[in-house]
């Protein structure tokens, strides 16, 4: 079972900061945060990981609470290319809880 | 560099048969992943390849198998298909070097329809 929740869907304005939360509290001290996004029909793409600290790529910022049983994924300039499914995922590195779990994700549709 | 290439992208096959999906992996990649899509189950994980071992599996049946080869493709096999196996089939390849490469890219699919 996915370990993380995520509200179904959400809207955001095209050129607007989306701001996409995801809970797991129930997170363990070696499981990362992942996030993936889903374009209908295509593989899922790698946007961002993290342990504890914020990260930033040039897709997304990831800012993880202090008490990482919280995160939000930050797409700074929403487009209409990003409107896809948002998939929040925690994982371990080792052993058998190392595969992505996916969740139902988030259906992220950014308006013109 | 190239991506992670599946084929075929497409397949009808009928009930009862037995079908191969093959993966290729990004250079470099010695762990690869399958996963099954399916509108009603969402994202499911298959098993885990790494230099030819299958190091993790997930809940489904042993119709369901999978192998890797020395050069890191991998193939995963569907015996005695049944309708409910109709899905986007997802290979994913990363790394997989302790806390390092962990990302996981995917490939497009292969979408099977079984008849």
């Known amino acids: 079972d996915a370990k993380t929740t995520q509200p179904t869907s959400m809207d955001c304005a095209e050129g607007r900061a989306a701001n996409l939360p995801c809970n797991h509290s129930t997170i363990s001290g070696n499981e990362y945060v992942y996030w993936y996004r889903q374009i209908h029909s295509q593989g899922p793409q790698y946007i961002i990981h993290g342990l504890k600290n914020n990260e930033t790529n040039e897709m997304a910022s990831l800012i993880i609470t202090e008490d990482r049983k919280s995160s939000t994924l930050i797409l700074p300039h929403a487009t209409l290319r990003d409107t896809a499914v948002y998939y929040c995922i925690v994982r371990a590195l080792s052993g058998s809880a190392r595969q992505l779990t996916f969740g139902s994700g988030t259906q992220l549709t950014v308006l013109p | 560099k190239a991506g992670v290439t599946q084929t075929p992208r497409y397949l009808i096959k009928t009930r009862g048969q037995q079908v191969t999906l093959s993966c290729s992996p990004i250079?470099?990649?010695?762990?690869v992943s399958w996963y099954q899509q399916t509108p009603g189950q969402g994202l499911q994980f298959l098993f885990e390849y790494f230099s030819e071992t299958q190091r993790n599996k997930g809940n489904f049946p042993g119709r369901f198998s999978g192998r890797q080869f020395s050069n890191s493709r991998s193939e995963m096999n569907v015996s005695t298909l049944e309708l409910g196996d109709s899905a986007l089939y997802l290979c994913?390849?990363?790394?997989?070097?302790?806390?390092?490469?962990?990302?996981?890219?995917f490939g497009q699919g292969t979408r099977l329809t079984v008849v």
């Open positions: 994913a390849s990363s790394l997989a070097s302790g806390t390092q490469g962990t990302e996981a890219f």
């Open positions: 250079s470099g990649h010695r762990s």
